[in-house]
C-alpha cells in the first residue's frame, strides 16, 4: 500500500479541518474514544444508517461526544470519503471526546481495500473475556488487546483468534463476529461481551430467508469441537467461512447451500450501495 491509498483528517463536527495537535491528548492517551469503520464501495457507504446509530449510541453510553457531535463527525467521513472514490476503501470514523471544555474531535482515516479472503482458519486464545465488561459491547479507540491477539494467531499460522469469555463461552474472533452450526443449527454468541456487529444483524434479520434460521444465546466452547460449519462476519470482509479450527477442517461453504443462497443476498446489498440504490 502507498502513501496515494490513504488519507487522513482530523475534524470538528461541523467539518472544519483541523491540525493534528488539536486533537485531545488526554482522550488520545488514555483511549477515550470510539471509531466504526465502514466498508466505502466507489464512495458510497455500506450500511451508513446503521454505522451513525452505533456510532452515536456508543458516544451517548460513554459520554465521549454529544449526539450532534457524533452525527457531524460520522457526516464530515462521509463526505470526505464520497470526495476519494476509491473501489473499494476502508473508512475509520473516530470520534475523541473533548478535554476540558473543548469540543469533540474526529479523526477519518481512508484507504484501500483489498479483497476479503476466500476463509479464515482460527485458533482458540489463550485470554478470557470477563462476561461482565460493558466496553466490549463498544468499538473503543482502545483496540490493543483485539490487535495482540491477532498478531498471536498470525505468528501460529492462523487467521485469527476466537475468543472465550469467563464463563467459557464463545464470544467472538479478535475483529469479527461468529456464527456456528451445530446439530444442524446455526447459534451465534448472545450479546453480553460481544459487540454488536453491523453485518452481524443483518445475518440475523435475513439468514431466515436463505433457509438458515439463528439461534442467540450462550455457545460454549465444546461448539467449536463439534460444529460443523462456521463463518466470521465484520463489515470489511462480510461474510466469510472458516475454514478450520485447531487442526480441525469444517465444511467448504460449497457444500452448504443456505450460506450460498445468503451470500448472494449479501452481495446485493453491496451491489446496491456500490451504484447508489437502496438496499433490496
Not at 488526554?26 to 464501495?41: A, Q
Not at 457524533?70 to 476519494?84: D, K, N, S, T, Y
Not at 461448539?223 to 463489515?235: G, I, M, R
Request: glycine letters at 8%; a neutral charge.
Amino acid at each position: 500500500m502507498t502513501d496515494a491509498d490513504t488519507v487522513q483528517f482530523v475534524v470538528d463536527a461541523s467539518g472544519r479541518k483541523l491540525a493534528p495537535s488539536r486533537l485531545p491528548v488526554d482522550s488520545l492517551s488514555l483511549g477515550r474514544g470510539v471509531f466504526e469503520t465502514v466498508l466505502f464501495l466507489s464512495g458510497k457507504p455500506v450500511f451508513a444508517r446503521e454505522h451513525e446509530a452505533r456510532l452515536r449510541a456508543s458516544c451517548a453510553e460513554l459520554a465521549i461526544a454529544s449526539d450532534e457531535e457524533a452525527r457531524g463527525i460520522f457526516r464530515v467521513g462521509l463526505v470526505r470519503a464520497a470526495q476519494r472514490p476509491l473501489a473499494a476503501a476502508r473508512g475509520r470514523i473516530a470520534v475523541f471526546a473533548p478535554s476540558h471544555r473543548g469540543s469533540a474531535a474526529g479523526l477519518i482515516a481512508l484507504e484501500k481495500a483489498g479483497p476479503a479472503p476466500v476463509s479464515v482458519s482460527l485458533m482458540i486464545s489463550d485470554a478470557r473475556r470477563s462476561s461482565d465488561e460493558p466496553l466490549y459491547r463498544h468499538k473503543t479507540v482502545n483496540y490493543l488487546a483485539n490487535l495482540l491477539l491477532r498478531e498471536d494467531a498470525r505468528r501460529c499460522g492462523y487467521d485469527d483468534a476466537v475468543i472465550l469469555d469467563t464463563d467459557g463461552n464463545v464470544a467472538e474472533a479478535s475483529v469479527a463476529n461468529m456464527f456456528l452450526r451445530v446439530g444442524g443449527g446455526l447459534v451465534t454468541p448472545k450479546a453480553g461481551p460481544v459487540l454488536p456487529g453491523i453485518v452481524r444483524a443483518w445475518v440475523l434479520e435475513n439468514a431466515g430467508g436463505a433457509g438458515a434460521f439463528v439461534e442467540e444465546r450462550d455457545v460454549p466452547s465444546s461448539a467449536l469441537d463439534t460444529c460443523d460449519f462456521a463463518f466470521a462476519t465484520n463489515s470489511i470482509i462480510g461474510l466469510v467461512p472458516v475454514s478450520r479450527i485447531l487442526t480441525r477442517n469444517l465444511l467448504p461453504a460449497s457444500e452448504v447451500s443456505w450460506f450460498q443462497r445468503l451470500s448472494k443476498a449479501y452481495r446485493q446489498v453491496l451491489d446496491s450501495a456500490s451504484s447508489g440504490a437502496p438496499a433490496p
